[in-house]
């Protein structure tokens, strides 16, 4: 008799997804990823510079504890690390890995750069995976992306057929009555060096930390909500510290409202991706009769 144990069924196929990135964008997309069921993987990259890092998975990299929507991230260094991870899935995971290791790991079934690398010119991911998905500036369904998320506040959403997304503009969302002003760039390219924990309270020209040997100070007093690692080497313009001045409503953990609201933007891209799917298979079907 033909052995009908669990050995012999078929293992169930749990769908594998890799993020560019390890921002807070990424890791509220990984989140959402996950619940769905995916054994999801988020690929680092250093530009730009991660700031809301308890809003995000980034710290894994370093082995320090990342939780983010209750779910907690594993580090994995190599290729044989991932596969043994995805093996016991759904989970998460942060590699240095880059995309070009990460592809022949395994099929992938769906690709998001979320990167949100502003001004750089966009890879073409098409073909990279089931279904590629960019979010943010540069983007353009069936030019560089199968499908391209606006990230903009009060515009994210899947834009439809083969738009573009907005170019960027400069202008950063506010946050209370504060916009571009709540965050400190950097002037010159460094090494950033800091000893202040995201939360802490600061105070207008409190220093938070040494770019080279140049002291960088809080812009006015509030809640220091993201902040460079220690030791990361940053470039020209890029942002260092964000305070957020809102006082009892200040937020700089789990998922906040533009991240929850870009996820859920993905979600509805793969929904629709599926639907496509169903529906070509639908006719081939219908013609084969």
């Excluded at 000893?195 to 007093?221: M, Q, W």
């Excluded at 991706?273 to 013609?287: G, I, M, P, T």
Aim: positive net charge; proline residues 4%.
């Amino acid at each position: 008799m033909r052995n009908s144990g669990p050995e012999s069924r078929p293992r169930r196929h749990i769908p594998f997804a890799v993020i560019l990135g390890t921002n807070e964008i990424a890791s509220a997309v990984a989140v959402h990823l996950h619940r769905r069921g995916h054994n999801v993987v988020l690929s680092h990259d250093p530009l730009p510079p991660v700031i809301r890092r308890r809003m995000a998975f980034h710290d894994a990299l370093f082995d320090d504890a990342a939780t983010v929507g209750g779910i907690t991230a594993k580090h994995a260094v190599t290729s044989i690390d991932i596969r043994a991870d995805l093996r016991h899935g759904p989970t998460v995971t942060v590699t240095e890995l880059g995309l070009l290791d990460l592809i022949v790991i395994q099929t992938l079934d769906i690709l998001v750069d979320a990167r949100m690398q502003k001004y750089q010119t966009k890879p073409d991911l098409r073909r990279l995976a089931r279904l590629t998905i960019g979010l943010g500036p540069g983007f353009c369904a069936g030019a560089n992306c199968d499908a391209a998320i606006e990230t903009r506040p009060g515009k994210v959403g899947v834009v439809a057929g083969a738009g573009a997304t907005d170019e960027a503009d400069g202008i950063s969302r506010r946050l209370g009555a504060r916009g571009g002003e709540r965050f400190v760039r950097t002037d010159v390219a460094g090494r950033w060096h800091s000893a202040i924990e995201i939360g802490t309270r600061v105070f207008k020209d409190y220093i938070v930390g040494h770019l080279g040997n140049v002291p960088v100070r809080a812009p006015f007093d509030g809640i220091l909500r993201g902040v460079v690692r220690d030791g990361t080497e940053v470039p020209a313009g890029a942002k260092l510290l964000e305070v957020d001045a809102r006082g009892r409503s200040a937020n700089w953990t789990g998922i906040d409202s533009r991240g929850r609201f870009i996820a859920k933007a993905v979600e509805k891209a793969i929904a629709l991706h599926k639907n496509d799917a169903s529906e070509k298979s639908a006719r081939v079907l219908h013609f084969a009769k």
